[in-house]
């Protein structure tokens, strides 16, 4: 199970760093994504992490503003998210896959959160 928490309001050009905690399940060595789905729009990748030491990819247009990192120990991933724009209003999901190499499509994850409202004003 994958819960995801941090989500809120906020205005254009502030932060917001949302957390996804593990339950249930062994945390590694597994990949971590997340995404997000804007109103009217299809569910899309915004950075994802590989097993430990793995690699880490980001969405081109979330790419400088955001970071994504895991911490194994406490079951823990987390996205910081800097600079945000109105355009990145979305549910943000967490999502794990028992590949070890992070993924960049959806379909690869087998578990999924329940997503975190995050609204950018202008």
């Known amino acids: 199970q994958l819960v995801e928490s941090g989500g809120g309001l906020v205005q254009a050009g502030g932060s917001l760093r949302l957390s996804c905690v593990v339950s249930?399940?062994?945390?590694?060595?597994?990949?971590m994504g997340w995404f997000r789905q804007a109103p009217g729009k299809e569910r899309e990748f915004v950075a994802a992490i590989g097993a430990i030491g793995g690699s880490i990819y980001y969405a081109d247009a979330v790419k400088g503003r955001v970071t994504i990192s895991r911490d194994d120990a406490k079951k823990m991933a987390y996205l910081q998210m800097n600079s945000l724009q109105v355009e990145d209003t979305a549910v943000y999901y967490c999502a794990a896959t028992t590949r070890d190499s992070a993924s960049r499509n959806s379909r690869d994850y087998s578990s999924w959160g329940q997503g975190t409202q995050v609204t950018v004003s202008s």
């Open positions: 249930g399940r062994t945390f590694g060595p597994y990949a």
